[in-house]
Every structure is written in structure tokens, then in C-alpha cells.
């Protein structure tokens, strides 16, 4: 006999009785579950594997596959065999208008569902990968048709779906959010403006430039403060750069006169890389190692001896390592912020945290990928889903605390993620690497931004500083006498009086300093080599002159009288003696006009 309490159970389970929602929520989860679980144990073993696989609590797996499970099924007349996307999307707009569930209900079903649903994906049931429940971004059209102008808001949805031929998406993104920043200023403050080809450059871009400088942050970010120079620039850019793909194309709707002009982009600070002291670098690595969270500890230790950045080692997939037998093993970094791949060399310890993370990493289903959504095995996943910075960022707060780093005021000092990058760069530029080697291994498109490296205060530059003050040092100045005497400005020499009065600005090249004995002869021998007459000083005392004296006094004298000035005086029979060590090199006057 069946107690007629069972009978409706047992309609239920066996799919000839088809339970709405509220009933569901409202009965406390017993016999009934518990007797579709008894009809189909092979669905429940499988879901179960699931929840083992990523770690899930006891609690927490049998929630999800005796209760949540059970709880679809039922409601949906269908074993997990049949479930699809769109199961799940009516169930949770269903549960969400259910008016038996309370708060707390709606909250905990939801939960259940989104991990039977990643379940699902993960067996390969649902091709569709959940997201959390969270508010969705407006798209690109949505948000250029707030812009209140109707010519103008035609060209600004027109324009992404042409630029988006040869621009990439981010781009077009950021050309259409400026042509909106553009629309809103000229709605606030010169409404009568209704298209591009009304516009002036003195009465509408002069005055947008200065307030697109102090304008407040706008959309998801909106708060009471400045944009950042960087936003400010790229408004100005982008906002040039539409106006001329506008001229370009030919739109009825370009201005008919260029607006923008590249004088007119903002100039930006060029601060030097933020990398971390040896000594910090060195105390907080060291805290690194003693983290607990070992995504945290194996993600820290790759950007730090890779230099990637953030984004790229969230991306990098299974097959990234490539071992070479006479080069060491080196991993593939994906494309990243400037769109190129690279490939980066491994050092012990690097690659022992590799090594470590996909020991544990296990088999998981691989993921849509971010950038093309392409299937892609990704190396940090954790219970079927892509990690994100949040633990990274967290583990370098814990690593601070454990190494005792203190900053300004004595509070916790502050560390992001791509310090660790431009503590790499310094690294390797104190190590001596050539700027192209580093350009190559940090993935720089151009030479400008390698060379910010080449500019730190580092060891490199003061070796070569303290070099060459070495040799400066070494020098000795030799004292140059004159006619038996120094020169002096209180009483120069006859020759150098007489080219005073010639040339003033090379004169000043034979006068010594206030409170100094002399030049040093090669400075001296340097100025006589940029005087317009003078003789050469022969080798040695008795050896012949490069010059003919006469020559060299006929054809000064032609110059001289041509010119219509005194004839410069010099002396054909002096000869000047070799210096020794005792006595400085004498030079008579008439060798230094």
C-alpha cells in the first residue's frame, strides 16, 4: 500500500506532476528531494565529481547537488542531461517574482543555482559560462544616444561601426566617449549649437579645451575631483582624431575648417619608473615566500621575474612555457595594453613557481578568452573560473605587513602589481643590459619609453658619474707663462690686447681666470686652434716649422691690409724651447695670435 502522502511525491519525481515554484520553496526540502535523488543517483554522482574537483566544501556540495539540483529538475520537468542556458535565465527571472520567497530564500537558491550552472558548464551540459549577477555596462550605442544634439548624435553612431574597420575596439571606445564628453560641454554651455559644421574654433574648441582640463569624472567613476592628465589628453586626441577621419571620408557633416591641432595636446609629467629599493625589493620578496595563498605567492614571484604586467599573467595559457635546450626555458607572454606578445626567459625560481601552480592547477574546462573568445586552457584558473587581481593585491598587502614596510607617517607601505615590473626594468638596467635587449623583454613599441629606465638614479649612473670625476681629478692644470710671465686680466699681454680689440670673443679663449696660475696647456693649444692666424708650434726646438714664416706673414699681411687693419706683429726668430718636468712649456705671444 502507498500512504497517500507519498502518492504526490512520487507523481512529482516521476515527471506526471509538474510543481510550481512557490510550492517548491515553500515545502522543506526531505522526501522529495531526497526521492528524485534516489531516481537518478547517476546525475547526482556526476554533479558530486564536480564539487570535489573545485574544492567545494561537504555542506556545500550536497546543498547544490541534493537541494539545488534537485530544486531545477523538478521545477523544470527535465533530468541534468537536458538542462540549458535558458533553464537556468527563466528560473532566476521566475525565483526573483516569486512572491512566497523571502530575501534570505531568493538569496541562497540563487547561490545554488549559479554553482550547478558552472557545474553544468563544466560537464559540458551548458555551452554558456555564468556570470554573477551584476548590473549591465551600457553599450557603445546606448551611451551615444544620450548625446542631446540630433546631428551630432547621427555622425557619433555612425562613426564607430566605419572606424571600427581599421581601429581597435578601445579606441573606437574612447573616440566615442570623447565625441560624448564634446556633445555634453557644448550642450551645457552653447546650446544652439545643433552640428559639427557650426563649430569655431575661438568660440567653441578654445574654450572646450580649457574646461576639458578641470572636469569633474563622469559615468560608472563619476565623483567630485579633476580628471587625470592622462583623461584630459586623450579627449584632446581622440576628439582631433575624429574630426579628421571626418574630413577624410568626406561626411557631409565635417567642419569645413581644422579645429584641433596637435599644439594643442596636453603635455603630460614624464615621472621616472617607481621601482622599489634593493633593500625593500629584497625584504619583501622574502615576505612573498611565506604567503598562504598559493596563487598569491606563484602570481607575485612570476610578475616580479617575468616583468609582465597584471592583465598578461591573468591570460597566460597552459602551453606558455617553451624549453629550449641550449637557451633555458622561456614563456610566451600574451598579447597585452600595446597588443604584443613577447617571449621572456625564466629564471630558477621563476619557473619553480610555474611549476608549482600547475602541479596543483588540475584539469578545468577551458574559458572563453578575454581578449578574442577564443577556447583557452588559461594557467590561473581556480574552480572553473579566471582569477582575478583582487589576491594578488591582497598578497602584496600581506607580504608588506610581514616585512614590516613602512611608508609616510609610519603607515603600511603602499605596493601595486606593476612596481614589481619597473622594479624588473631597474634591475636589469643596473645590470648593464643594452636598451634594446630591454625594450624586447618588456614588450615596449618604442624606444621613448624604454629610455625613462635609462634616466633612474641608479647604480649604473653614479659608476659611470664616479668615472669620470676620476678622471677629472687626475688632471693637472700646467701654469702657461707668456713672454717669461702669466697673463692676467690686470695685464694682458700685447698680442692678446691687440686681438681684444679684433675679436673680443676669442680673446676672452687666452685670458686666465680671477685667483688661478694658469690654463692647462691643452686648453691653451684648443684656443690657438680656433684663432684665424696664428703659427703652428713646432715639435722640437730645432725642428722645422709646418709653416714658412714668410708665407705665413705675406698672406696674414694681404689679409690684414684688405681688411683694413694694423698688421698683427709677431717675431719669426723666436724658437720655443720643449718643456720639461721642472720647467712648464714656454710659448711665446707670437705663436698664440
Given at each position: 500500500m502507498i500512504d497517500s502522502g507519498e502518492f504526490p511525491v512520487i507523481l512529482i519525481t516521476a515527471g506526471h506532476l509538474a510543481p510550481d515554484l512557490d510550492l517548491l520553496l515553500a515545502k522543506t526540502p526531505g522526501d522529495l528531494y531526497a526521492a528524485w535523488a534516489a531516481r537518478h543517483p547517476g546525475d547526482v554522482a556526476r554533479v558530486a565529481a564536480v564539487a570535489r574537483q573545485f574544492g567545494w566544501s561537504a555542506k556545500w556540495a550536497r546543498d547544490v547537488t541534493s537541494g539545488g539540483l534537485a530544486l531545477l529538475c523538478l521545477w523544470a520537468g527535465k533530468t541534468l542531461d537536458e538542462l540549458t542556458d535558458a533553464d537556468f535565465e527563466r528560473f532566476a527571472a521566475e525565483l526573483a517574482a516569486a512572491p512566497s520567497a523571502t530575501a534570505a530564500a531568493r538569496g541562497h537558491s540563487s547561490a545554488r543555482l549559479f554553482s550547478l550552472h558552472q557545474a553544468c558548464y563544466e560537464l559540458g551540459i551548458c555551452p554558456t559560462l555564468p556570470r554573477k549577477a551584476r548590473p549591465r555596462a551600457a553599450t557603445l550605442a546606448e551611451?551615444?544616444?544620450?548625446?542631446?544634439?540630433?546631428?551630432?548624435?547621427?555622425?557619433?553612431?555612425?562613426?564607430?561601426?566605419?572606424?571600427?574597420?581599421t581601429l581597435r575596439p578601445g579606441t573606437v571606445e574612447l573616440r566615442a566617449d570623447s565625441l560624448t564628453v564634446f556633445s555634453e560641454y557644448l550642450a551645457a554651455h552653447h546650446p544652439k549649437v545643433r552640428s559639427l559644421r557650426g563649430?569655431?574654433?575661438?568660440?567653441?574648441?578654445?574654450?572646450?579645451?580649457?574646461?576639458?582640463?578641470?572636469?569633474?569624472?563622469?559615468?560608472?567613476?563619476?565623483?567630485?575631483?579633476p580628471v587625470?592628465?592622462?583623461?584630459?589628453?586623450?579627449?584632446?586626441?581622440?576628439?582631433?582624431?575624429?574630426?579628421?577621419?571626418?574630413?577624410?571620408?568626406?561626411?557631409?557633416?565635417?567642419?569645413?575648417?581644422?579645429?584641433?591641432?596637435?599644439?594643442?595636446?596636453?603635455?603630460?609629467?614624464?615621472?621616472?619608473?617607481?621601482?622599489?629599493?634593493p633593500a625593500t625589493?629584497?625584504?619583501?620578496?622574502?615576505?612573498?615566500?611565506?604567503?598562504?595563498?598559493?596563487?598569491?605567492?606563484?602570481?607575485?614571484?612570476?610578475?616580479?621575474?617575468?616583468?609582465?604586467?597584471?592583465?598578461?599573467?591573468?591570460?597566460?595559457?597552459?602551453?606558455?612555457?617553451?624549453?629550449?635546450?641550449?637557451?633555458?626555458?622561456?614563456?610566451?607572454?600574451?598579447?597585452?595594453?600595446?597588443?604584443?606578445?613577447?617571449?621572456?626567459?625564466?629564471?630558477?625560481?621563476?619557473?619553480?613557481?610555474?611549476?608549482?601552480?600547475?602541479?596543483?592547477?588540475?584539469?578545468?574546462?577551458?574559458?572563453?578568452?578575454?581578449?578574442?573568445?577564443?577556447?583557452?586552457?588559461l594557467l590561473f584558473m581556480e574552480r572553473g573560473r579566471r582569477l582575478s587581481g583582487y589576491r594578488l593585491r591582497r598578497g602584496l598587502e600581506q607580504a608588506v605587513t610581514i616585512a614590516g614596510l613602512r611608508g609616510r607617517n609610519q603607515a603600511p607601505l603602499h605596493v601595486t602589481p606593476h612596481q614589481l615590473r619597473h622594479t624588473y626594468g631597474t634591475q636589469l638596467v643596473n645590470a648593464g643590459i643594452s636598451l634594446q635587449a630591454l625594450m624586447?623583454?618588456?614588450?615596449?613599441?618604442?624606444?621613448?619609453?624604454?629610455?625613462?629606465?635609462?634616466?633612474?638614479?641608479?647604480?649604473?649612473?653614479?659608476?659611470?658619474?664616479?668615472?669620470?670625476?676620476?678622471?677629472?681629478?687626475?688632471?693637472?692644470?700646467?701654469?702657461?707663462?707668456?713672454?717669461?710671465?702669466?697673463?692676467?686680466?690686470a695685464q694682458p699681454s700685447r698680442v692678446a690686447t691687440w686681438r681684444a680689440a679684433q675679436d673680443p670673443g676669442r680673446a676672452r679663449l687666452l685670458l686666465t681666470s680671477p685667483g688661478r696660475r694658469g690654463l692647462p696647456v691643452c686648453q691653451h693649444l684648443r684656443a690657438v686652434r680656433q684663432l684665424r692666424h696664428h703659427h703652428r708650434v713646432p715639435a722640437t726646438a730645432g725642428g722645422p716649422a709646418r709653416r714658412r714664416h714668410g708665407a705665413a706673414r705675406r698672406r696674414s699681411g694681404a689679409r690684414l691690409g684688405r681688411r683694413g687693419g694694423p698688421p698683427c706683429p709677431r717675431d719669426h726668430q723666436h724658437r720655443t724651447p720643449p718643456a720639461t718636468a721642472e720647467e712648464p712649456r714656454r710659448i711665446h705671444s707670437a705663436c698664440l695670435t
Open positions: 551611451r551615444l544616444r544620450a548625446v542631446a544634439q540630433p546631428e551630432i548624435r547621427r555622425v557619433a553612431l555612425a562613426y564607430p561601426q566605419t572606424a571600427a574597420a563649430l569655431d574654433r575661438q568660440a567653441h574648441i578654445e574654450p572646450f579645451l580649457a574646461c576639458n582640463r578641470g572636469r569633474p569624472w563622469r559615468g560608472r567613476v563619476a565623483r567630485d575631483r587625470s592628465p592622462v583623461v584630459s589628453k586623450h579627449a584632446v586626441v581622440d576628439l582631433r582624431g575624429c574630426f579628421d577621419d571626418l574630413a577624410v571620408w568626406g561626411w557631409a557633416e565635417w567642419p569645413r575648417r581644422q579645429l584641433l591641432f596637435a599644439g594643442d595636446t596636453p603635455r603630460l609629467d614624464r615621472p621616472l619608473p617607481r621601482a622599489l629599493a625589493d629584497r625584504d619583501l620578496m622574502a615576505a612573498v615566500i611565506q604567503l598562504d595563498d598559493l596563487f598569491a605567492r606563484c602570481g607575485l614571484t612570476t610578475l616580479r621575474g617575468t616583468g609582465m604586467r597584471l592583465g598578461e599573467l591573468l591570460d597566460l595559457e597552459l602551453d606558455c612555457l617553451w624549453d629550449s635546450p641550449s637557451h633555458g626555458t622561456w614563456i610566451k607572454v600574451p598579447l597585452g595594453k600595446l597588443a604584443t606578445g613577447r617571449m621572456v626567459p625564466l629564471d630558477p625560481e621563476t619557473l619553480a613557481a610555474v611549476d608549482a601552480w600547475m602541479a596543483q592547477r588540475g584539469t578545468q574546462r577551458a574559458l572563453p578568452h578575454p581578449r578574442d573568445g577564443h577556447p583557452a586552457g624586447a623583454l618588456l614588450g615596449h613599441v618604442s624606444a621613448e619609453m624604454t629610455l625613462r629606465y635609462a634616466s633612474l638614479a641608479s647604480p649604473t649612473v653614479r659608476a659611470a658619474y664616479e668615472d669620470a670625476m676620476a678622471k677629472v681629478r687626475a688632471r693637472r692644470s700646467l701654469p702657461l707663462i707668456v713672454n717669461d710671465r702669466p697673463p692676467s686680466r
